[in-house]
């Protein structure tokens, strides 16, 4: 059973009998879902990307870096995604 009362800065969130913290919708946190925060993490600091070395193939650091991360964040959804799948079943 949930209580109705909403956390402090998270609108619609509830706690389960258990303490987890569950969204209205009943969903409740899973760690799998962190991986969704690296590709955002990793390239949000462009500072650390932000140079022309090492080049890959004669490509810059910071080109190589950005599309290499595109395969990344693909790799970091498909655990999220699996999760999904298997909770709907």
Same mark, same amino acid.
């Given at each position: 059973m949930t209580e109705d009362k909403p956390e402090a800065g998270r609108p619609g969130a509830?706690?389960?009998a =258990?303490? $987890? /913290?569950?969204m209205a919708s009943g969903r409740t946190f899973h760690p799998v +879902? !962190?991986? !969704? =925060? @690296?590709?955002?993490? /990793?390239?949000l600091w462009v500072p650390f990307y932000d140079r022309a070395e090492p080049s @890959? %193939?004669?490509i810059p650091f910071f080109y %190589?870096?950005?599309? =290499?991360w595109t395969l990344l964040? #693909? #790799?970091?959804? %498909?655990?999220? +995604? $699996?999760h999904e799948e298997? $909770?709907?079943?």
């Open positions: 509830r706690s389960d =258990a303490g $987890r /913290a569950t +879902y !962190l991986l !969704l =925060a @690296l590709p955002f993490v /990793a390239l @890959l %193939w004669g %190589w870096y950005q599309m =290499a964040g #693909a #790799a970091c959804t %498909w655990p999220v +995604y $699996r298997r $909770r709907r079943k």
